[in-house]
């Protein structure tokens, strides 16, 4: 029953589920438990099976007309083009079950790499698996901004705080205990247990799995909870409405042609059918799926650049990003830290060594490192602190080293850099916490947050006394204290000493240091524990020195934010850091000159919503920042017009991102949260793979520009070539069955290819896209109606000549069929770019578009020349001279594109030569 583990004792627990919490469960015990109970995920609907993918794809209004068509011509006797039909009807079935199975394999990776991660002990390693590999009897570890990836009976918390109003519809956090409850109770009242699918919102714990997968409470109401369908992104939305448009368009004039065609005596049947045919050409029904498609590739063209989609609508939105908020460490630097310079008993040294390397020297007044205060300072920094500093023997170099070689051994830090980074420091001076708790015990902490900007941990000494040791933000730190140490013993801290060490402070901070500020308190007996007020505890502190530590700018951040700048990108740096600190690191990474404007937190509370929607868009660096503010950053901008992409990781960075254009969550440092809030995930943490992601979105959305150009170009063509040889009084230049055959060929492959195209070279040169602009803006539409205009007068005019010079009516027809055809093979290479001509692009450099050409260029030659085929869809073969007329009227607009732009090339160049 799941209460019981409720009753029982955390080592009851443990007993019954036969597992030992400091080495966790073995892999191959592990991988025996998921078998018999299965994968921890909760029950999905059934997938659409490829039968019934199918079967949809004759749900479309115009199909069911076109296989009504199809029964009454094998009605009439007329076999040969209801089988034609058929399988022309049949393939493009087939096509379009290969892009929505695409589509929708595309959106199953996507989903696989956004499932939530738990960390375990096993073996006594700490690591990271898939929540779905979770099992009865896992040791968990969670902190807060987690989400709760099964039921979990805790053994362990530090101010554990859940929300659980997916379970009980409370939204006030819960405060969590490891104690045993004297009755089974219901979720709501479980102080001792965690269940999946809640939030925690402070402190960290650890605990063992009970339930996972449906046998979790959350399982057991599963049938209320439903993966939510995907959204239509309002391009998609745009293009359906804009189909609907067209197919009432086509329809109207498909309607002309039909009630002209038999005013002017031809067969009525035969007039139906090519109505319906030409419709079913003219309208574009796989402009959706395509569209889809194409954002599916660019999808996976994203996460191979490490940006993860979470919502497709971001797609669209990164290409219109005009302003970038980021974090600083780990973001825009490397999260390396590494300890620079200490301020102690008023003096300055210099820290020597690399990485998390714990090699390395204190450099200054021997009499100050041998003293008191350095002592004290190293010791809250070793114990102050969560990170573990562990030696990894299992280096490249310690396994395959020759006999008499150097042991290779690597150092790493499991936890937070910063706090990895004065571990380093403080065993570089012989002082490392597993020694120092030998004799010192934690009792109590109070954990770091960005709205306190302090973490405190209360230690009973082996002496007895029991002394509260602070790290945080030096001003704050310094804030609550009345005293500083010096010589070992506590002095009131007067104004002068007070500057003294702001002045200290700043120094480093223009170095571009991160700096902490420590200090202590000796506590009184009889404090409780267990209900420790941070106010009473974290107040007379005596301040102990300062450590400024160095965290070096990613080399491809830089490259990425000059990037931006060309692009019309502003970027705004978002640190917890001191000014002094942030603007230093601004400067040098090219975010802001020596001068830029900077706001601080407090700078920041003093302002009205006005005031700061005034100024967001000039300010680059924002210092001392917390969460709250990042929230009232972004709707200041937002108010100026612009498209805001924000970074974040803790669970307070939750309602920004939400409320951002583009939410961008970190993949390695984030909280499950926060990545649930966003609609982006960065693998890397990397600045420049926002970048790249931007530059990703924007080139998806020339794409699909580019298949509109060329679908909607050949289907306005394929009508006017009826409509006009009709108007014209011309006999109708091609039969239903060469409709239907082109449509195949043209509208299928080779527009399937513009949407894997290479993005333009000079993407990331041009300014973000306005969100509100039309599909057809920049002379799209205009482009659209004049290229299908050419392929029609050029078509008829072929039809016309040929028929007009005597030659049979199937020789003409052939003509203009193949005329028609490869005019749009040869025009897909013209809608490549809008900005450059195919020479400049290169032929080859999209050798899947060369493919689909090639192809659709061998089926139309084979339709001609195969003699079972030619009488299906009555052909006749084409001599030399043929072809040459073809193949001539189907290249002159490309020939006469490539001579215009070579002639706008030189006009540009003579004028630019006249200016200089």
Request: aromatic residues 6%.
């Amino acid at each position: 029953m799941p209460g019981i583990w409720q009753t029982l004792s955390a080592e009851q627990t443990a007993e019954r589920l036969q597992v030992d919490p400091a080495r966790g469960l073995g892999e191959r015990e592990a991988r025996a438990r998921l078998e018999r109970v299965g994968p921890n995920m909760l029950e999905r609907g059934p997938d659409i099976a490829m039968w019934q993918m199918f079967l949809n794809q004759f749900k479309d209004f115009m199909v069911l007309v076109l296989l009504a068509a199809t029964a009454i011509s094998g009605f009439l006797g007329e076999w040969s083009d209801a089988v034609t039909i058929s399988i022309i009807v049949l393939l493009n079935a087939v096509l379009g079950v290969v892009q929505e199975y695409r589509a929708e394999r595309s959106m199953e990776a996507l989903r696989e790499l956004t499932a939530p991660e738990a960390r375990v002990v096993r073996d006594r390693l700490e690591r990271k698996i898939p929540a779905a590999e979770l099992v009865p009897g896992d040791i968990v570890l969670l902190e807060a901004g987690d989400r709760v990836p099964a039921d979990i009976r805790l053994v362990q918390t530090v101010d554990l705080e859940a929300v659980e109003a997916t379970l009980t519809g409370e939204s006030t956090p819960v405060r969590k205990h490891t104690r045993p409850l004297d009755r089974e109770v219901g979720p709501a009242d479980a102080g001792n247990m965690l269940f999946m699918g809640t939030v925690l919102t402070r402190g960290r714990g650890q605990g063992i799995v009970v339930a996972t997968g449906m046998a979790t409470e959350m399982g057991q109401i599963a049938g209320m909870i439903r993966e939510a369908e995907q959204e239509p992104t309002p391009l998609q939305r745009r293009l359906a409405q804009l189909g609907k448009g067209l197919v009432a368009f086509c329809l109207a004039v498909c309607a002309v042609v039909v009630v002209v065609g038999i005013l002017r005596g031809e067969p009525g049947y035969q007039m139906f059918l090519t109505g319906v045919s030409l419709a079913v050409a003219a309208i574009p029904e796989g402009l959706p799926a395509i569209v889809t498609v194409a954002l599916a590739i660019g999808v996976q063209r994203m996460i191979r650049r490490n940006a993860i989609i979470r919502r497709l609508p971001a797609v669209e939105t990164l290409g219109c990003a005009t302003f970038i908020c980021s974090d600083k460490t780990g973001t825009l630097t490397q999260n390396e830290m590494t300890v620079r310079r200490v301020h102690v008993a008023g003096a300055e040294l210099e820290v020597t060594g690399e990485g998390y390397d714990p090699k390395g020297k204190f450099l200054g007044d021997e009499r100050i490192i041998n003293g008191a205060d350095f002592t004290k300072l190293m010791r809250i920094a070793a114990l102050c602190n969560n990170a573990v500093l562990a030696r990894n023997n299992l280096s490249i170099g310690g396994l395959f080293r020759r006999p008499g070689e150097k042991k290779d051994v690597s150092w790493q830090v499991n936890g937070d850099p910063t706090e990895g980074a004065l571990l380093v420091m403080a065993a570089k001076a012989g002082f490392w916490r597993e020694r120092l708790e030998k004799k010192d015990r934690r009792l109590k902490e109070l954990p770091f947050d960005s709205e306190r900007k302090r973490m405190t941990v209360i230690y009973e000494a082996g002496s007895g006394k029991m002394e509260a040791l602070v790290k945080g933000a030096p001003d704050v730190v310094l804030g609550l204290c009345t005293h500083y140490l010096r010589d070992g013993r506590p002095v009131a801290l007067d104004n002068h000493t007070r500057v003294a060490i702001l002045d200290a402070n700043s120094s480093m901070a223009e170095g571009a240091l991160r700096v902490l500020g420590f200090a202590y308190r000796e506590l009184p007996h009889g404090i409780d524990l267990d209900r420790v007020d941070p106010g009473e505890v974290e107040r007379n502190l005596v301040f102990v020195g300062l450590a400024g530590m160095l965290d070096s700018p990613r080399p491809a951040a830089v490259s990425a934010v000059h990037t931006c700048r060309r692009a019309g990108i502003r970027v705004a740096m978002i640190t917890g850091d001191h000014q002094l600190t942030a603007r230093a690191v601004a400067w040098e990474m090219g975010i802001a000159g020596r001068d830029g404007r900077a706001l601080t937190g407090e700078e920041l509370e003093r302002m009205s919503d006005d005031e700061l929607a005034r100024v967001a868009g000039d300010v680059r660096v924002y210092a001392r920042v917390s969460p709250r503010h990042k929230l009232r950053i972004v709707r200041a901008l937002k108010q100026n017009g612009h498209v805001v992409a924000m970074t974040g990781d803790g669970v307070n960075d939750a309602p920004a991102i939400k409320e951002a254009d583009i939410g961008i969550a970190m993949g390695i440092a984030g909280t499950d949260v926060t990545r649930e809030a966003s609609a982006m995930v960065l693998a890397d943490d990397n600045f420049s793979t926002i970048v790249a992601a931007i530059e990703e979105g924007r080139g998806i959305y020339e794409n699909i520009r580019k298949f509109i150009r060329y679908l909607l170009s050949c289907n306005v063509g394929e009508v006017m070539v009826m409509f006009l040889a009709v108007l014209g009084g011309l006999p109708l230049p091609l039969l239903p069955i060469q409709i239907l055959w082109m449509n195949l060929v043209t509208d299928g492959l080779p527009a399937m290819a513009l949407g894997v195209d290479p993005i333009d070279r000079d993407i990331m040169r041009r300014p973000p896209r306005d969100p509100q602009e039309s599909i057809f803006s920049h002379g799209l539409g205009w482009r659209i109606l004049s290229s299908g205009t050419v392929i029609a007068l050029l078509t008829v005019a072929v039809f016309g000549l040929t028929l007009a010079g005597g030659h049979s009516m199937e020789l003409s027809r052939t003509m203009a069929f193949n005329t028609l055809v490869f005019q749009q093979l040869f025009y897909v290479f013209s809608c490549r770019s809008e900005h450059a001509t195919i020479r400049e692009l290169g032929l080859f450099s999209n050798p899947h578009l060369v493919g689909a050409v090639l192809l659709s260029a061998c089926l139309q030659v084979a339709v001609t020349y195969v003699p079972f085929l030619r009488p299906v869809f009555h052909t006749v073969p084409l001599g030399l001279g043929h072809w040459v007329v073809v193949l001539g009227a189907a290249a002159l607009p490309s020939i006469a594109g490539l001579l215009l732009a070579g002639l706008g090339v030189r006009v540009k160049e003579r004028v630019t030569y006249l200016k200089v």
